[in-house]
C-alpha cells in the first residue's frame, strides 16, 4: 500500500514526468518523444506526440531479438480441445508473412482493415499484422449480424475485410463468411478491394474470384521479413465501435503508443504480472478487453498466454477449471456473468465444480465488465482461488483502454462488489451535474479530472460527438465523462461503481444501445414504435425488455408468442444474438407526457414487476400501464 500511495503521489507532483517516465521504460521507441502531453486542443488531447514507434515490433520482435524467441507467446485451445503452442518466433513469421500479404494487397499506413474473425491464433496474427504496417484496424465481434457489420465497414471506410469461413462454439458452427459476404452486399463498403479468409473447418463457402482470398494461400508465398513501420504515437491503432445513447455506434479511436503503455502497464500493476506467469483472459478480441488483454497486453510483455476458442459451458461447464488445471494457469480474468452460470451449473452438477480440480496455479483472479455482486465475488474467491487468491475487480471502459480503477493483488484490502481505488495517475472522482465533487457517502458522476496517455483519441468521423458525449459542457467541459454512477466509501474513499447513468444496458458484460435495439425493432414491418429498458437479471445482470405497439390489433396468447419471437429473431438479424430482448410486452400504446416523451422510469418500474407507487398525473394514458403491467 505505501508503494501504491508513493506512485500516487509522484503522479500528484510531476504529472507529465510520471507518465514519461512509465513510457520510456515500458515501451521500446524507434524515435524517443521529447514531447509529453500536449493540451492545446483540449479535449483533444495528444502524448508522446514527437515519439515513434512500432506495436506489433514492441509486441514481438523485441522479444526475439531478446533472445526469447522459443519462448511460449500462445497456448490455443480449439472447442474440440485440441491444443496448439505458438512461440514468438512462430509469431514473428506468421505476422511477418501477413503483413507482406495485406501489403500486396494494397493496404498500406493509414487504411483500414475490418477483422469479423473467430477467436483463434489468426485473429490475433491478423491485428499484430495490421500494427506492423501501420493500418488501423477494427474488429467486429463475431456475433455482428451482417447489417451491424455493413455499418461498421461503410463508417470505417474499410479496404480490406479479413473473416474466417466458420467460426467454432459449443460444437455448433457459424458462418462468418457467408454473413461477411451478404454485409458486403448490402453495399456502401465497395472500397473493400480484399477478402482474406481464414480456412478453420473447410466448410462450403461462396467465393468471389479477384476479391476473396485464402489467408493460407496468400502467406504461403510472402516472405517472413517485414520490417515493422515507424508510426508517431498518435497514429491510430485500431477504431473499435460501442454502443452509446444514439442509434449510431460510436468508432472509438485509439493511439498507438499511449494506448499500447497502458495496457501493458496495467497488467503488470494490476495481475502483479511476472514472467513465469500463465495468463488467461477469456474475453473475445471483438472486445476492448480482448485488444488489452490477449492482442496487445500479454505480447508487449512477453508473456504466456491462453487463448481459447469456445465456451465456458461446452463439453460441460467445469471447461474453465479444467483448462486452468491443464496449462497451469495462474492469472485468470473472466466476466461477472461467467461466473454466475458457472456457479448455477455446479449446482446442478458437481461435477463441474471447481472444487473437482487442481486450481493450485492460480495466483491472481480478475474480473470485469459489469458490476460483480458480493455473493459471486465471495463464490470466486472461495471456490475459485481456494481462499487464497486475491480477486481484482477491474473497472474500465472501451473508451479507456485499459483499467482505471482496481485493487492491486497483495496491497489493496479487498471489499467484495468495490473495484477500490484509481490506479496511479488516473484522477477519478465522483461529482454532481455541475461538475462539483460529492462528499464521500454521497452518489454521483463518475469523472476522470485529467487525460490519460490510453484514452480514446476521438470517434472516428464525428469530432463533435467526441467532445459532447465525453467533455459535455454542463460539466464544464474539461472532465471525461464516463457514464456510470459511482460512489466513495466514507472510511476508505473506495469507489463503487452503481450501473449506467445513460440509456446504455450491459447484458453479459456486452454494451448495448436502448435506441440501437428500438431502431431495429421499428424498421420491422408491423411495429409502430418500442421502448427498450433494462431489468436486473440474476445471470446476465442486466436482461433487455421491450414494449412495442403496433400497426396492427393487439395480439394475445398464441399470437402474441409468435410475434414475439418473430421479433427475437428480427433483432438478432439486425444486430446481432445478443441483442435479442429478453421480454417482449405489447401495448396498446406506450406511457407518454402529454408532450409525447416516452416515461422510461415507469417502464423501468413496469419491467421489474414493480407496484407503480410513482405519481402518474401527468400521463396522457393512465391506463396503458395496467395493459402493459400484465401482458408478459
Ligand atoms: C461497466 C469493458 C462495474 C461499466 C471493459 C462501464 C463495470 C462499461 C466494470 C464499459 C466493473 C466495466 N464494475 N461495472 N469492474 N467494468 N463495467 O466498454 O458500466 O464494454 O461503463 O468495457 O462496463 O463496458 P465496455
Known amino acids: ?188 463498403c465497395e472500397a473493400v478491394k480484399s477478402v482474406i479468409v481464414y480456412q478453420r473447418t473447410g466448410g462450403e463457402v461462396a467465393w468471389k474470384e479477384g476479391r476473396d482470398f485464402w489467408m493460407h494461400e496468400l502467406t504461403q508465398t510472402e516472405s517472413d521479413q517485414c520490417p515493422p513501420e515507424p508510426v508517431g504515437a498518435e497514429h491510430p491503432l485500431f477504431i473499435l465501435y460501442t454502443s452509446g445513447s444514439t442509434g449510431k455506434p460510436k468508432g472509438v479511436q485509439h493511439s498507438t503508443g499511449g494506448y499500447l503503455l497502458w495496457a501493458a502497464q496495467t497488467l503488470k500493476w494490476t495481475f502483479d504480472w511476472k514472467q513465469n506467469d500463465v495468463f488467461w483472459c477469456t474475453a473475445d478480441i471483438g472486445w476492448i478487453t480482448g485488444h488489452s488483454y490477449i492482442t496487445y497486453g500479454p505480447l508487449a510483455l512477453g508473456g504466456t498466454q491462453v487463448v481459447f476458442e469456445g465456451v465456458p459451458t461446452f463439453p460441460n461447464a467445469g471447461r474453465f477449471w479444467d483448462m486452468i488445471a491443464r496449462h497451469r494457469v495462474s492469472l485468470f480474468y473472466t466476466a461477472p456473468t461467467a461466473i454466475r452460470s458457472l456457479i448455477k451449473a455446479s449446482e446442478v452438477d458437481s461435477k463441474s465444480h471447481p472444487k473437482q480440480f487442481d486450481l ?45 480503477i482496481t485493487p492491486l493483488p497483495g496491497a489493496t484490502p479487498l471489499v467484495p462488489g468495490s473495484c477500490t481505488l484509481p490506479l496511479p495517475g488516473i484522477m477519478a472522482a465522483v461529482v454532481d451535474e455541475t461538475g462539483q465533487d460529492v462528499p464521500n457517502g454521497q452518489g454521483g458522476i463518475l469523472v476522470i479530472k485529467r487525460p490519460w496517455p490510453s484514452m480514446l483519441r476521438n470517434i472516428w468521423g464525428d469530432p463533435d460527438r467526441y467532445r459532447s458525449s465525453y467533455f459535455p459542457e454542463e460539466l464544464g467541459g474539461k472532465l471525461y465523462l464516463a457514464g456510470d454512477g459511482a460512489v466513495r466509501d466514507n472510511g476508505t474513499g473506495y469507489f463503487t461503481i452503481m450501473g449506467r447513468i445513460d440509456d446504455v444496458l450491459n447484458v453479459s458484460g456486452h454494451r448495448l444501445g436502448t435506441m440501437e435495439i428500438e431502431s431495429a425493432l421499428v424498421a420491422h414491418p408491423l411495429v409502430a414504435e418500442a421502448a427498450v429498458v433494462g431489468r436486473p437479471d440474476d445471470t446476465t445482470g442486466e436482461a433487455v425488455c421491450a414494449f412495442v405497439t403496433l400497426k396492427r390489433e393487439l395480439p394475445v396468447g398464441e399470437d402474441a408468442t409468435q410475434l414475439a419471437s418473430e421479433l427475437r429473431t428480427w433483432v438478432g438479424k439486425q444486430i446481432g444474438p445478443i441483442a435479442k430482448p429478453k421480454d417482449i410486452r405489447f401495448g396498446d400504446n406506450l406511457p407518454k407526457t402529454r408532450s409525447g416523451k416516452i416515461m422510461r422510469r415507469l417502464l423501468r418500474s413496469l419491467a421489474k414487476g414493480e407496484e407503480i407507487t410513482q405519481d402518474v398525473s401527468t400521463l396522457e394514458n393512465p391506463t396503458i400501464l395496467e395493459q402493459l403491467g400484465e401482458s408478459r
Open 360 to 404: 493450485t496455479s492460480l495466483r491472481i483472479l480478475g474480473t470485469v465488465g459489469e458490476p460483480i455482486n458480493p455473493e459471486a465475488w465471495v463464490w470466486y474467491h472461495e471456490n475459485v482461488g481456494g481462499g487464497r487468491c486475491p480477486v481484482v475487480d477491474t473497472w474500465w471502459q472501451t473508451e479507456t483502454g485499459g483499467h482505471m
Open 1 to 188: 500500500m505505501h508503494a501504491y500511495q508513493d506512485l500516487v503521489a509522484q503522479a500528484v507532483r510531476d504529472y507529465e514526468g510520471f507518465w514519461a517516465n512509465l513510457a520510456a521504460t515500458t515501451l521500446d521507441w524507434s524515435k524517443p518523444f521529447t514531447k509529453v502531453l500536449d493540451e492545446t486542443e483540449a479535449p483533444f488531447y495528444k502524448w508522446f506526440e514527437d515519439g515513434e514507434l512500432n506495436a506489433s515490433y514492441n509486441c514481438i520482435d523485441r522479444h526475439v531479438e531478446a533472445g526469447n524467441g522459443s519462448r511460449r507467446a500462445i497456448v490455443f485451445e480449439a472447442d474440440d480441445g485440441k491444443v496448439s503452442y505458438v512461440t514468438y518466433a512462430d509469431l514473428l513469421n506468421g505476422v511477418s508473412r501477413f503483413a507482406n500479404a495485406l501489403k500486396r494487397r494494397g493496404v498500406g499506413k493509414g487504411d483500414r482493415v475490418v477483422i469479423y474473425m473467430s477467436m483463434s491464433v489468426q485473429g490475433v496474427v491478423a491485428m499484430q499484422a495490421c500494427a506492423r504496417i501501420g493500418a488501423t484496424h477494427s474488429v467486429v465481434f463475431g456475433g455482428f449480424s451482417s447489417k451491424a457489420l455493413n455499418e461498421r465497414l461503410v463508417d470505417v471506410g474499410a479496404t480490406a475485410l479479413v473473416t474466417a469461413d466458420e467460426q467454432v462454439r459449443g460444437g455448433k458452427t457459424l458462418p462468418l463468411k457467408s454473413i461477411a459476404d451478404e454485409a458486403l452486399a448490402l453495399g456502401g
